[in-house]
């Protein structure tokens, strides 16, 4: 069971989309984390595609070190 209203589920093109990287660049992001701000995990999966919650994937942008919003 998931966590998050289904209305929220990004895919990662539009995590890649609303970060401003490219679609790899997210995937690395999800698949090699930082010990510091890791990116969001998957929260489930719609067939074999997986979707993240929009609402973590904004707090973790807002909190990524050399964002331009914090900057």
Known sequence: MSRADPDTWWTAQQC???????????????????????APKPIDKIGSTPVWDSREVIAW???RPGDPINA
């Open 61 to 63: 942008n807002e909190s």
């Open 16 to 38: 890649a989309d609303y970060i401003g990287v490219k679609l790899r660049t997210w995937h690395g992001y999800v698949n090699r984390p930082t010990k510091t701000n890791p």
